[in-house]
């Protein structure tokens, strides 16, 4: 439902202050409705292989069912609250496009009297309406992947960095499949080779630097990464180094263009991230229109991708 946001003067002895008033509307919009896309790169969104794709089948999805589409940028800590204020007198549903939302973020968009969607990160409390693939299963398939070729010291590059004050939720969940992948197969875990840093590839080249200069004999022979971007950084460096995949395997995630077009082409894990955009569209019309309750969480198909960048271990 479509929020109507007035504004209210709070008079204090010495200042006067403009505030909003959320009113609630009539029970049914009329289409075609306005969504709204609030997505977390400060750049344009053209700038980020994950959002872009999502955004485009956003945008490809309210085309073929004839309603309209505007774009909020912004940190989505810092400025998801504006963005709520702004959509709300301008558009019937909001479409989050990112997993990096402090938890106060989720009480105020669950506040909301229009519907919303959240897309790449379930929502505590099934307080809003969700999709993404299972992040447990699909790590967790990848790392086994590299265990029944034989690998047993097998680092996972993670998107936590500890200087961000936001966690990266499908980082958490990778690394929780991670874990589990390992548990299954009875190893033990060294914590050492979880190697924290930034979801980018420059992030993924530096940590490439330092994985290339380990001894040997504490080296892994085999890299997680927590997506594509990260795996093609650490390729980009490793190579200078070390051969990919016979002296250590890669593994990437979300299957970007650039992923095939790596040397070696990168094993990754696809997720159809046009597709899911699509169907967020579908999700916000059903919502708004009754038709599936909200919190519904709705978990889309991945496929795990075995291409060159991974083999045996040497020796």
């Not at 309209?68 to 709520?84: A, F, T």
């Not at 004050?165 to 875990?189: C, F, N, S, W």
């Not at 993924?204 to 085999?222: D, H, N, Q, V, W």
């Amino acid at each position: 439902m479509k929020a109507d946001l007035t504004m209210l003067e709070e008079r204090s002895e010495n200042t006067t202050r403009i505030v909003p008033e959320t009113r609630v509307p009539s029970p049914r919009p009329i289409p075609p409705y306005t969504l709204a896309i609030s997505e977390a790169s400060n750049a344009p969104y053209r700038g980020n292989w994950y959002e872009t794709p999502i955004v485009d089948g956003i945008y490809i999805g309210a085309r073929r069912l004839k309603h309209n589409v505007i774009l909020l940028s912004g940190y989505p800590g810092r400025d998801l609250l504006r963005n709520l204020s702004t959509c709300a007198g301008l558009a019937t549903g909001l479409i989050q496009v990112h997993s990096r939302i402090e938890e106060g973020m989720y009480e105020a968009t669950s506040d909301c009297v229009w519907p919303t969607v959240t897309v790449g990160g379930r929502v505590p409390d099934g307080c809003l309406t969700s999709i993404d693939i299972d992040n447990v299963a699909a790590a967790r398939q990848a790392t086994r992947h590299l265990i029944e070729l034989g690998h047993r010291r097998i680092a996972y590059l993670s998107a936590n960095d500890p200087r961000d004050l936001l966690p990266v939720k499908t980082a958490t969940l990778r690394e929780t499949g991670y874990r589990l992948a390992h548990e299954d197969a009875g190893l033990a875990l060294d914590e050492s080779l979880i190697i924290e840093g930034w979801s980018t590839m420059q992030s993924g080249s530096e940590r490439g630097g330092k994985i290339a200069l380990m001894p040997p004999e504490i080296r892994p022979t085999a890299i997680f990464c927590f997506n594509d971007g990260v795996a093609l950084g650490l390729m980009r460096v490793l190579t200078g180094f070390l051969r990919v995949p016979e002296d250590i395997s890669v593994v990437g995630f979300d299957d970007i263009v650039e992923a095939t077009m790596a040397r070696p082409a990168l094993t990754t894990v696809r997720q159809s991230l046009r597709q899911i955009g699509e169907r967020s569209v579908e999700l916000m019309v059903d919502t708004i229109e009754g038709r599936i309750p909200r919190g519904h969480e709705e978990i889309v198909p991945y496929e795990f991708i075995v291409r060159q960048s991974t083999c045996r271990p040497p020796g």
